[in-house]
């Protein structure tokens, strides 16, 4: 006689090593842990998945015009190309007229900055809001206006200091040279 233990008969339900919790709750944990090696993956490439984002966009957009420009007879090629050189042409003419406005915008802006905070002795609206909010405003307006004229001379850099080389340009083309100042 054979002594192994009898089989279940052929289509009868077997009984699961572990219960119906406990094997909810491994796959509940195994989840999280490929959701965060997954989430780990993706933060580390981000940037270049944004980028790759962001050139699909570009192609799905331009697509009808290079169709419609191959079938007028130019090159797929060409006419890539011409389409992404209006495009930089166009940002880059964006650029070139929004720099100026927006730098003389901001330098307004860091002029005007000191008045937001009142120095007649009276706590203007801003100082008031920060100390109801238990911030020690006593040095917040130097910081404040001195961490302002940092980002922007970060942000304007080459700006600023092409609106400058064009008034030393006017300067010297007048005959005036001003020296030491």
Do not use: C
């Amino acid at each position: 006689m054979n002594s192994a233990r009898p089989s279940a008969p052929i289509g009868a339900p077997v009984r699961p090593l572990i219960g119906r919790p406990l094997q909810i709750l491994l796959t509940i944990i195994a989840g999280t842990i490929v959701a965060v090696i997954a989430w780990t993956v993706i933060a580390h490439f981000l940037h270049i998945l944004i980028l790759l984002l962001a050139s699909f966009i570009v192609a799905f957009l331009l697509l009808p015009l290079v169709n419609r420009l191959e079938r007028g007879g130019v090159p797929r090629l060409a006419s890539i190309l011409l389409l992404y050189l209006l495009l930089f042409g166009a940002l880059a003419l964006a650029v070139l007229l929004l720099a100026n406005p927006l730098s003389h915008q901001l330098q307004g802006v860091i002029a005007s900055l000191p008045t937001y905070f009142n120095s007649h002795g009276h706590k203007s609206g801003i100082e008031l809001f920060l100390a109801r909010h238990g911030v020690n405003v006593t040095n917040a307006r130097d910081q404040v206006v001195g961490a302002a004229k940092t980002a922007s001379g970060a942000i304007l850099g080459n700006t600023a200091g092409q609106s400058h080389l064009n008034e030393g340009r006017r300067d010297w083309r007048e005959g005036v040279i001003l020296r030491g100042e």
